[in-house]
């Protein structure tokens, strides 16, 4: 049997290298996947805790959970994508920097 | 075995979480990501999720990073040496994503004791996932019915709005089409 701390503190490792590759990197892909590695360290933590609580408790959300994340995350990828295209086709460059002007 | 097979998992997505960290091109960042996904669905199935661990391979792995592998194919920019990996005021990102992780496991490694594996714990099967997300009434979350039909609206909305981006920026393409909006 796994113990669920380590569950825990793998997703949480998980996490705090998906934040560190959002706010490095400079390039909007590396953005956008570390995005997508928050959210999976999420989902991992999730099912970690859902194996601590015995069935008639409500585990099986720390199971469906996930899937709606997994859900929301394709159509933030989807529409992210889409607007990595639109804006790399205007201004030619992946550099997030390039686009500090989109708060004016 | 089981814990053999949890460390190897772990070793596997913590070194490919830095490697995406560390990565000079997007493809093999992407891949490192792959990567980390698969273990992850390992991960899932030594914790009795199958379904979710089959679920994480189809739809992340599958399908989102075929996604971003395709964008970054399309874009042309694994070719991309100019952008660099960080600014000098950027790195202030890895000590604040240390401090994240270390937060968090003194935060959970304080209910260490609390938090044992229970032998009862449902089994993530499509049976009961299933049973879970279908039924209206009985002891099941009633919940989870609408809020499976409002992700599918999400998903369709999600379509849309990303059929309209490329469009637009393929019509500010074309010179002979009058350009809706300004650009």
């Known amino acids: ?104 | 075995m089981l814990t053999v097979y949890f460390w190897l998992f772990s070793l596997i997505a913590v070194l490919c979480g830095f490697s995406l960290l560390t990565a000079r091109h997007p493809i093999s960042a992407a891949v490192s990501l792959i990567g980390v996904m698969l273990a992850i669905s390992g991960i899932y199935g030594l914790l009795d999720a199958p379904f979710l661990g089959i679920a994480q391979i189809l739809v992340y792995a599958g399908a989102i990073m075929m996604l971003v592998v395709f964008v970054i194919m399309v874009l042309n920019s694994a070719k991309d040496r100019t952008t660099p990996r960080g600014s000098s005021y950027s790195w202030i990102g890895l000590p604040l994503g240390a401090l994240m992780s270390i937060v968090i496991i003194a935060g959970v490694g304080r209910s260490a004791e609390a938090l044992t594996a229970d032998p009862d714990a449902v089994q993530g099967t499509a049976q009961n996932i299933g049973r879970s997300l279908f039924t209206f009434s009985g002891d099941a979350a009633t919940g989870w019915y609408v809020l499976f039909e409002v992700v599918g609206l999400v998903l369709l909305a999600a379509m849309v709005g990303a059929v309209v981006l490329a469009k637009r920026s393929l019509s500010s393409i074309e010179a002979d089409e009058p350009a809706e909006g300004a650009h």
Do not use: H, K, W
């Open chain 1, 1 to 104: 049997m796994i113990d669920p701390i380590n569950v825990q503190i793998l997703a949480a490792i998980l996490f705090g290298l998906g934040i560190a590759v959002v706010l490095t990197r400079r390039n909007i892909f590396f953005t956008l996947m570390g995005i997508e590695l928050l959210l999976n360290a999420v989902n991992l933590s999730f099912v970690g805790f859902s194996r601590t609580f015995p069935a008639d408790a409500g585990s099986i959300t720390g199971i469906v959970a996930p899937l709606f994340v997994i859900a929301i995350a394709a159509a933030e990828a989807c529409v992210g994508l889409a607007m990595v295209i639109s804006l790399v086709r205007g201004r030619n460059t992946l550099d997030t920097d390039a686009y500090a002007g989109m708060r004016e």
